[in-house]
């Protein structure tokens, strides 16, 4: 039924009212016509709509009828209108109430359905991390060493080219800087001295000894960058362990027995070591340290027959650079080279953990592929 047909926009009179039957009749019209429409009503902004429309102070059908219907009635009618009224109006708040009532207690049944916890379900598993190869690796070189006396020191990763190159005995137009051309930082003018990122991590000798007086003997794990093109074994940042012990009496005999010691420790007991004579301009003399090729057993054979591809049929892998400090080192700091001596070396970590873990690409390491590194856990 539509509200005009409902008439209470128009006073009881113009809708022919005069007796109190058809007032009964109206109201009768008015509560049908309310409880068809309170059917459809369950969510609340329904609810509030609905509310409004019936309860609304100034243009609720309950106001509009007291305006319309009750106000403008003769003397005789009031009566019945008003006793009407007064049912109508109880009959709908109490509806509408309970109405509101029950939404509110559906919504609190859902919130507790959404809240309730079931115990018997599985947890949630999170998955534990693992270190990367690279920190796994210097960890098993720390132990090594510190095993044997070395105590573990790190240094700044960017360097002045004091430290980094001239009191490694390497003067500002010698030829190695070529190899070691690296990353300058753009400092503004007038800074004091320029920096660079360290491209070995020797540049630790000086500043452990300027700092200790011998013994001295330290390893120094840690990042190095070089202007280096990358394929599957260069890397512009890649990581060192730089490995330092000075005192009264330090032979020759001490460092290679120590590099033995360290390379079968690492590689396992079958692995033999050798040194060629090398150069760098901080040890005298230099060697290369080399260990048998751990891929076909020294033979140069590989288990197939043909030629070993990883040593290339020569039996041995070149390892990492080392040597006797060089004297003139000494004079930088403060050491009296007729008194002290000592080996230093330097290792290149990601080399030592690709040929132990036999990976043929340097990138996998920064890449951080989780399928790569879950191999690794
Ligand atoms: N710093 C050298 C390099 O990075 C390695 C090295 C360290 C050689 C210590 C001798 C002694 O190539």
């Not at 926009?9 to 016509?33: D, M, N, S, W, Y």
């Amino acid at each position: 039924m539509q509200s005009t047909e409902l008439g209470f926009e128009k006073p009881l009179a113009a809708l022919g009212v005069t007796q109190a039957e058809q007032i009964t009749a109206r109201f009768a019209g008015l509560r049908a016509h309310f409880d068809g429409q309170f059917q459809t009503v369950h969510a609340e902004s329904e609810w509030k709509l609905f509310r409004d429309r019936w309860l609304g102070r100034k243009s609720g059908v309950l106001a509009l009828v007291t305006d319309n219907w009750l106000r403008p009635s003769t003397p005789e009618l009031k009566r019945a209108v008003g006793a009407a009224l007064n049912d109508l109006r109880s009959y709908v708040e109490s509806q509408i109430e309970s109405r509101r009532l029950a939404i509110e207690s559906g919504a609190d049944q859902s919130a507790l359905a959404h809240e309730h916890v079931d115990l018997s379900l599985p947890g949630v598993t999170r998955p534990i991390g693992s270190h990367h190869l690279i920190r796994q690796v210097f960890q098993e070189i720390e132990d090594i060493f510190v095993s044997i006396g070395f105590s573990v020191v790190e240094g700044p990763e960017i360097e002045t080219p004091y430290y980094n190159f001239e009191a490694l005995n390497i003067p500002e137009f010698h030829p190695v800087r070529d190899d070691m051309d690296t990353f300058y930082l753009d400092l503004p003018k007038g800074a004091p001295t320029p920096l660079l990122l360290r491209t070995h991590t020797s540049p630790m000798q000086i500043r452990t000894m300027e700092k200790r007086k011998p013994p001295v003997r330290v390893i120094v794990p840690g990042k190095v960058y070089r202007r280096d093109n990358p394929d599957a074994t260069h890397s512009f940042i890649f990581h060192q362990v730089e490995g330092l012990a000075v005192d009264a009496d330090i032979t020759f005999c001490d460092f290679t027995g120590t590099i033995e010691y360290f390379v079968k420790q690492f590689f396992g007991p079958g692995v033999k070591t050798r040194f060629r004579p090398s150069y760098f301009p901080f040890t005298e003399p230099s060697v290369e340290f080399d260990v048998s090729c751990i891929f076909c057993g020294g033979s140069g054979t590989a288990a197939s027959g043909g030629t070993c591809s990883k040593c290339k049929g020569a039996g041995w892998i070149e390892l990492f650079g080392a040597g006797m400090v060089d004297p003139a080192v000494y004079g930088f700091v403060n050491y009296d080279p007729k008194k002290v001596s000592g080996f230093a070396f330097g290792m290149g970590i990601d080399r030592l953990a690709m040929l132990k873990y036999q990976i043929d690409d340097i990138q996998v390491f920064f890449q951080n592929d989780v399928r790569f590194l879950r191999q690794f856990p």
